[in-house]
DNA sequence: AATAGATACAACCGCTTCTTG
DNA sequence: CCAAGAAGCGGTTGTATCTAT
């Protein structure tokens, strides 16, 4: 198939988004769409190409964006939807509302690829305070609700200044254990302290895995009479659309996940 | 105070998949 | 059915910032 000849870059400008152009693309998606990202930023006025401004757009201009830190809960959704899914980042995102596939990725790489390591206990806590742009900005709430199972609130879009690139953060959910023991007042003593933050959501987590186990279980048995072969595990990764379908559809029909 | 190393994350690159004529 | 173009995706890199020494 025929590559994308992309970025003829000769004249195209690379590298971090002002704010002004920030503020041309959001502008002219608003007003136009962005039903054909090639020609967008010709139509706008952008030196960008169109593959940059559609990564631009989807990763941080998007109004349904949550910025800010991963809640303890998304981070543990990720890992199992990791588990079950592979590096299927973009899967994994649309599990998670309001997050990028781009972010989820950067999280896993940096801090839960770590955390599933064996280490010391000395290392369990994070070594560094949020970065500037991580920050906490006072937020009445965070969107991430801890509350029982019916709390399946959809995240809200939050607000957004589009004044600058970086400052646009918003820690909407802003879960660390830094800040928990910061917010808490009361303290924390171990990570396994921090764990049991809330019961309803081990519940809701145990529940989704074992759902998806016996899911699975059922599927092999389905997966036979399809005519397929009784397959080594192997052949379960090479089918993923396949049981990702059948997961997906496990959650919806129980209501489950939508994690947060 | 200086600086080397570690960390976080935005952005780019190139391949795959989808759509369209 | 085929080929070209466009979008989507995952891997990787560049750089700003923070921590430790």
Known sequence: MGRSPCCEKMGLKRGPWTAEEDRILVAHVERHGHSNWRALPKQAGLLRCGKSCRLRWINYLRP????GNFSREEEDAIIQLHQMLGNRWSTIAARLPGRTDNEIKNVWHTHLKKRLEPKPASQQAPKRKPTKKQQPQPEPEPVTTLEGPAG????VAPERSLSTTTSTTTSTADYSPASSLENAGDSFTSEEDYY?????????TLAMTTTVDSF???????EGSFGKSA???????DDMDFWLKLFMQASDMQNLPQII
Request: no cysteine.
């Open 231 to 237: 397959a080594a595990p192997s052949s379960t990764n």
């Open 64 to 67: 349904d964006i949550k910025r």
């Open 216 to 222: 699975e279980s059922g599927v092999q048995q389905a």
């Open 196 to 204: 049991q933050i809330d019961d309803s959501f081990w519940s809701e």
């Open 152 to 155: 399946a609130v959809p995240p």
